[in-house]
């Protein structure tokens, strides 16, 4: 990748400006490293056995509802409770984050394989040994984001 830095005392804030052909997922971590510069990872509240904890979304792997609950699990497959809505979720996790359907929310980065299935739909299989499917209405935004056709 061909880099070009320009530093001056007139930028009063760092920015950045790409020019891709596609998207990839080491684009999206750089895209997502610059995007954190200057501040601090988000950190969600969630609970799990009437404890409170405080989990970086760096560490989710997977937000997803089951029932009327909203339930992550970070990289070590341990489930929390969370209080938010999936949509607020949705708009507050950074880039690494997709909706694969109209229940669930991936960490791009913590996917360790997809298979096809004969529905129609996608199996997607988090490194921590988690499953979800990603339903054909988000299939086409789910590949985008990974730079796949």
């Known amino acids: 990748m061909k880099v070009d830095c320009k530093i001056s005392a007139e930028y009063k804030e760092p920015y950045a400006v790409l020019h891709i052909n596609k998207m990839t997922p080491k684009v999206a971590q750089i895209i997502s490293i610059l995007e954190k510069e200057g501040r601090d990872s988000l950190t969600l509240t969630a609970t799990k056995e009437r404890k409170t904890y405080f989990i970086k979304s760096e560490d989710l792997s997977l937000v997803r509802t089951e029932g009327r609950d909203i339930i992550c699990y970070d990289k ?3 489930r ?3 209080d938010k809505p999936l949509y607020e979720l949705e708009n507050t996790l950074d880039f690494h984050f997709v909706r694969i359907s109209k ?7 913590q996917i360790d394989h997809v298979e096809a299935s004969l529905n129609g739909t996608m199996e997607l299989v988090m490194k921590n040994g ?3 499917y990603i339903s054909r209405s988000f299939r086409k935004v789910f ?6 056709k």
């Not at 590949?143 to 796949?148: D, M, Q």
């Open 76 to 78: 070590l497959k341990n």
């Open 80 to 82: 929390y409770l969370l």
């Open 103 to 109: 229940s669930a929310i991936v960490n791009i980065l």
């Open 130 to 132: 988690i499953t979800d």
């Open 143 to 148: 590949k985008e984001r990974l730079g796949l």
